[in-house]
């Protein structure tokens, strides 16, 4: 069992240029979710779906977009990317119950480093 | 607002010494609280969590943590270090959401 997968492991880009950050789980988790990891900041929220479908805003969605099509697959897409997101982008997912409190444990991905020039 | 505070950005100790990495939140609510390791260049890993009951938890790796509501706090214990416990290790909490909020980190090194 792989658990979360992403790719790439690290990306250099242009300013200006559209990103997809790709994540995938085989564990069948409900939820899934999207964080950057910025020194003395730690880990902020950008986006999560609850169930395929569905997704939502976190603490730093602006400039980021994803998708649920199914299950296992949450891209996160940076439409037009800017230095400011250069930083180490994780992928978690979590049994999830949709709209219902969080005891899950949430499982990471190995981080993806985008460098944003 | 919902803020979970790490006061100690690093903290260095001898192999072998005793460790505290302290973590307190603020919201009135009883928590859901998670202690999560992060080893160099890794995906972040669940050591160990709180929801209810008993207030002294244990998690894997010989870590421990213990949960204060008097003091809201949920300190990470373990009573000795090894070398391979040098890694970044951040508090977490939850708030009836699927969502978590993280604290900032404490890096711990480990001396010989």
């Known amino acids: 069992i792989a658990g979360i997968t992403q790719a790439p492991t690290s990306q250099i880009l242009a300013a200006g240029r559209r990103m997809t950050l790709r994540c995938t789980q085989d564990m069948r988790h409900n939820a899934m979710y999207w964080y950057r990891q910025d020194l003395g900041l730690g880990l902020r929220l950008i986006h999560y779906s609850n169930t395929a479908g569905t997704t939502g805003k976190g603490e730093v969605p602006d400039g980021y977009s994803v998708s649920r099509a199914n299950t296992d697959d949450f891209p996160l897409t940076l439409a037009s990317a800017v230095p400011s997101q250069t930083s180490v982008y994780f992928c978690?997912?979590?049994?999830?119950?949709?709209?219902?409190?969080?005891?899950?444990?949430?499982?990471f991905g190995p981080g993806t480093r985008l460098t944003v020039l | 607002a919902q803020s979970v505070t790490q006061p100690d950005i690093h903290i260095t100790v001898s192999e072998g010494a005793s460790l505290e990495l302290r973590c307190n939140y603020s919201?009135?609510?009883?928590?859901?609280l998670f202690w999560y390791v992060q080893s160099p260049g890794q995906g972040l890993q669940l050591l160990l969590k709180y929801f209810s009951g008993d207030t002294l938890v244990q998690g894997i790796k010989g870590f421990e943590a213990e949960f204060k509501r008097s003091q809201s706090s949920f300190n990470l214990r373990k009573p000795s270090v090894h070398w391979s416990d040098a890694a970044e290790y951040f508090c977490a909490v939850s708030y009836n959401t699927d969502k978590l909020i993280f604290g900032t980190g404490t890096r711990l090194q480990v001396f010989p």
């Open positions: 919201y009135g609510a009883t928590p859901y």
């Open positions: 978690a997912s979590s049994e999830g119950l949709a709209g219902g409190p969080s005891t899950d444990t949430q499982y």
